[in-house]
Nanobody, 124 residues
Framework: QVQLVESGGGLVQAGGSLRLSCAAS????????MGWFRQAPGKEREFVAT????????YYSGSVKGRFTISRDNAKNAVYLQMNSLKPEDTAVYYC?????????????????WGQGTQVTVSS
Protein backbone atom coordinates (compact mmCIF):
# COMPACT_ATOMS: atom_id res chain seq x y z
CA GLN A 1 0.00 0.00 0.00
CA VAL A 2 1.23 3.50 -0.85
CA GLN A 3 0.20 6.64 0.95
CA LEU A 4 0.48 10.04 -0.70
CA VAL A 5 0.08 13.33 1.11
CA GLU A 6 0.01 16.61 -0.79
CA SER A 7 0.81 20.01 0.69
CA GLY A 8 1.60 23.53 -0.42
CA GLY A 9 -1.70 24.63 -1.89
CA GLY A 10 -3.29 27.96 -1.09
CA LEU A 11 -4.53 31.27 -2.42
CA VAL A 12 -2.28 33.30 -4.70
CA GLN A 13 -2.72 36.23 -7.04
CA ALA A 14 -2.43 35.82 -10.77
CA GLY A 15 1.23 35.90 -11.81
CA GLY A 16 2.34 34.44 -8.50
CA SER A 17 3.98 31.13 -7.66
CA LEU A 18 3.32 28.10 -5.49
CA ARG A 19 5.26 24.91 -4.85
CA LEU A 20 3.29 21.75 -4.22
CA SER A 21 4.85 18.81 -2.42
CA CYS A 22 3.81 15.18 -2.27
CA ALA A 23 5.23 12.89 0.39
CA ALA A 24 5.09 9.18 -0.39
CA SER A 25 5.42 6.14 1.82
CA UNK A 26 4.91 2.43 1.60
CA UNK A 27 6.98 1.15 -1.33
CA UNK A 28 10.21 1.65 -3.21
CA UNK A 29 9.69 5.23 -4.31
CA UNK A 30 12.43 5.33 -6.92
CA UNK A 31 10.69 2.61 -8.94
CA UNK A 32 7.43 4.58 -9.12
CA UNK A 33 6.56 7.09 -11.79
CA MET A 34 4.69 10.02 -10.27
CA GLY A 35 2.14 12.41 -11.67
CA TRP A 36 0.24 15.55 -10.86
CA PHE A 37 -3.36 15.96 -11.95
CA ARG A 38 -5.97 18.62 -11.23
CA GLN A 39 -9.72 18.93 -11.13
CA ALA A 40 -11.64 22.17 -11.32
CA PRO A 41 -15.28 22.43 -10.19
CA GLY A 42 -17.60 20.90 -12.76
CA LYS A 43 -14.73 19.55 -14.85
CA GLU A 44 -13.05 16.21 -15.28
CA ARG A 45 -9.71 15.45 -13.71
CA GLU A 46 -6.93 16.43 -16.10
CA PHE A 47 -3.25 15.62 -16.48
CA VAL A 48 -0.74 18.28 -15.44
CA ALA A 49 2.74 16.69 -15.29
CA THR A 50 4.50 13.38 -14.82
CA UNK A 51 8.00 12.20 -14.02
CA UNK A 52 9.62 8.80 -14.33
CA UNK A 53 11.04 6.93 -11.36
CA UNK A 54 14.58 7.94 -12.28
CA UNK A 55 13.54 11.54 -12.85
CA UNK A 56 15.02 11.53 -16.35
CA UNK A 57 11.71 11.69 -18.23
CA UNK A 58 9.04 14.34 -17.77
CA TYR A 59 5.89 15.29 -19.65
CA TYR A 60 3.63 18.32 -19.28
CA SER A 61 0.22 19.32 -20.48
CA GLY A 62 0.23 22.04 -23.07
CA SER A 63 -1.55 24.44 -20.74
CA VAL A 64 1.23 24.39 -18.12
CA LYS A 65 4.36 23.72 -20.18
CA GLY A 66 6.90 26.45 -19.62
CA ARG A 67 5.23 27.58 -16.38
CA PHE A 68 5.23 24.44 -14.21
CA THR A 69 8.14 22.15 -13.34
CA ILE A 70 7.87 18.68 -11.87
CA SER A 71 10.79 17.25 -9.91
CA ARG A 72 11.47 14.54 -7.38
CA ASP A 73 13.85 13.72 -4.57
CA ASN A 74 14.06 9.95 -4.21
CA ALA A 75 16.12 10.25 -1.04
CA LYS A 76 13.18 12.06 0.59
CA ASN A 77 10.41 10.07 -1.11
CA ALA A 78 8.95 13.30 -2.42
CA VAL A 79 7.77 14.82 -5.65
CA TYR A 80 7.24 18.51 -6.27
CA LEU A 81 5.36 20.77 -8.64
CA GLN A 82 6.76 24.29 -8.98
CA MET A 83 4.05 26.50 -10.42
CA ASN A 84 4.99 29.92 -11.77
CA SER A 85 3.05 32.60 -13.63
CA LEU A 86 -0.17 31.24 -12.23
CA LYS A 87 -3.44 32.07 -13.94
CA PRO A 88 -7.02 32.01 -12.63
CA GLU A 89 -7.67 29.01 -14.88
CA ASP A 90 -5.11 27.05 -12.85
CA THR A 91 -7.55 27.07 -9.95
CA ALA A 92 -8.32 23.46 -9.02
CA VAL A 93 -7.71 20.70 -6.55
CA TYR A 94 -4.30 19.23 -7.36
CA TYR A 95 -3.70 15.52 -6.86
CA CYS A 96 -0.49 13.54 -6.61
CA UNK A 97 -0.51 10.02 -8.05
CA UNK A 98 1.89 7.07 -8.10
CA UNK A 99 2.33 4.17 -10.49
CA UNK A 100 3.55 0.68 -9.77
CA UNK A 101 6.13 1.03 -12.55
CA UNK A 102 8.94 3.39 -13.47
CA UNK A 103 7.44 4.60 -16.76
CA UNK A 104 5.86 8.06 -16.78
CA UNK A 105 2.40 8.37 -18.30
CA UNK A 106 -0.20 11.06 -18.85
CA UNK A 107 -3.14 8.65 -18.43
CA UNK A 108 -4.80 8.84 -15.01
CA UNK A 109 -6.19 5.30 -15.22
CA UNK A 110 -2.64 3.93 -15.21
CA UNK A 111 -1.89 5.29 -11.76
CA UNK A 112 -2.41 2.98 -8.82
CA UNK A 113 -2.41 5.36 -5.86
CA TRP A 114 -3.79 8.83 -5.30
CA GLY A 115 -3.51 11.47 -2.63
CA GLN A 116 -6.39 13.43 -1.14
CA GLY A 117 -5.58 16.59 -3.04
CA THR A 118 -4.65 20.15 -2.18
CA GLN A 119 -6.60 23.24 -3.21
CA VAL A 120 -4.95 25.88 -5.37
CA THR A 121 -6.87 29.10 -5.91
CA VAL A 122 -5.57 31.84 -8.19
CA SER A 123 -7.30 35.20 -7.93
CA SER A 124 -7.41 37.69 -10.79
Amino acid sequence: QVQLVESGGGLVQAGGSLRLSCAASGRTFSSSAMGWFRQAPGKEREFVATISGSGLTTYYSGSVKGRFTISRDNAKNAVYLQMNSLKPEDTAVYYCAARGTNEATTIPGRYDYWGQGTQVTVSS
